[in-house]
């Protein structure tokens, strides 16, 4: 089953059936992809069994793994539904302490720039249009799906929220948001251009994204730690953690590493409790296995750091004309 049909499935499901019936369906497509999707599948097992497995039999984890899938097709009705949220009716989705961390978020963004820096760990979507419902302006940095009307599907959807989408391709324009005070929403768990630094994560090497912490450094923004959990109730509980800055040296490469290690920390600790919301379809470990050498994916930083200090600068031109 192609995973542009199963898109289209959630979008009839979100129209046509109540809630009780809608869950109940996801519930067997969730089933049905774990059972078609045999390579994903076969990454998922590991990527758990490498970050969880230990105390889990080969037993636990397939079953966990099934409510993985459960979980995601809930996850992509929930995301389908977006177009019709409003603050009338988000109280049927959010819980109420949701909207309490939604609007200090909005608050601190409003008075220096600041990045959300999520996972792919619960809802990371809800999160960033709750506040762009709340009425402060958000920018997601969103990666290109394999299949193009997938990629235009879920970037409607986000910017029927009233978020604006960029492209990870055109990293440099959130340079632009920062410095407009537009809150920047980051998934910082996966380095899907294939640059990065080598840290470790869950006792293993892994190349993990440090551009939102080199950003931050450049222009001076705080990082805060964002997840939206599903509840047993089915609520989401929208929630951040405390914000922090990196630190800033005469050693900038040192300064971006210790940022990410320790929000690649608070991932770990959200993953090792929330494993079922934990949607990791592709190897995760796989990625530290480049040929590359450490010197040069240091090169690559200084290039890639350079080009981000010239856009730096050349924004701030462009406003003081």
Not at 205 to 229: N, Q, S
Request: glycine residues 8%; charged residues 25%; contains cysteine.
């Amino acid at each position: 089953m192609a995973i542009y049909h199963v898109y289209q499935l959630a979008t009839f499901l979100t129209k046509r059936l109540p809630l009780p019936a809608a869950r109940r369906t996801t519930a067997v497509v969730g089933g049905m992809l774990s059972v078609l999707q045999r390579r994903n599948r076969r990454f998922l097992y590991r990527n758990l069994r490498t970050a969880i497995g230990n105390g889990l039999s080969a037993g636990e984890l397939r079953r966990l793994r099934s409510r993985i899938y459960g979980n995601f097709a809930d996850f992509v009705y929930d995301f389908m539904k977006l177009p019709w949220l409003t603050m009338k009716n988000a109280h049927n989705v959010f819980t109420t302490s949701s909207f309490d961390a939604a609007r200090a978020l909005a608050k601190l963004a409003s008075e220096r720039p600041a990045i959300l820096v999520t996972a792919h760990l619960g809802h990371w979507e809800l999160g960033g249009a709750l506040v762009a419902l709340i009425g402060h302006p958000v920018a997601i940095l969103v990666d290109k799906h394999p299949d193009d009307r997938v990629t235009e599907l879920f970037n409607s959807i986000r910017r029927g929220t009233g978020s604006t989408v960029v492209s990870v391709t055109a990293f440099r324009r959130l340079f632009r948001e920062l410095k407009q005070h537009h809150l920047v929403a980051i998934a910082g768990d996966r380095a899907v251009t294939g640059q990065g630094i080598r840290i470790q994560y869950f006792g293993r090497d892994y190349l993990a994204p440090d551009g939102y912490a080199a950003l931050a450094r450049r222009v001076g923004a705080v990082i805060v730690p964002t997840f939206c959990i599903r509840q047993p109730d089915g609520l989401y509980d929208f929630r951040t953690g405390p914000p922090f800055a990196p630190p800033v040296t005469d050693d900038e490469e040192a300064d971006v590493r210790s940022c990410v290690i320790r929000m690649m920390g608070i991932v770990e600790d959200h993953v090792r409790r929330y494993p079922e919301q934990w949607y990791v379809f592709r190897p995760v470990w796989e990625n530290a296995g480049r040929p590359e050498t450490d010197r040069h994916l240091a090169r690559k930083m200084r290039t890639r750091r350079s080009s981000t200090k010239a856009a730096s600068e050349h924004d701030t031109e462009r406003a003081g004309r």
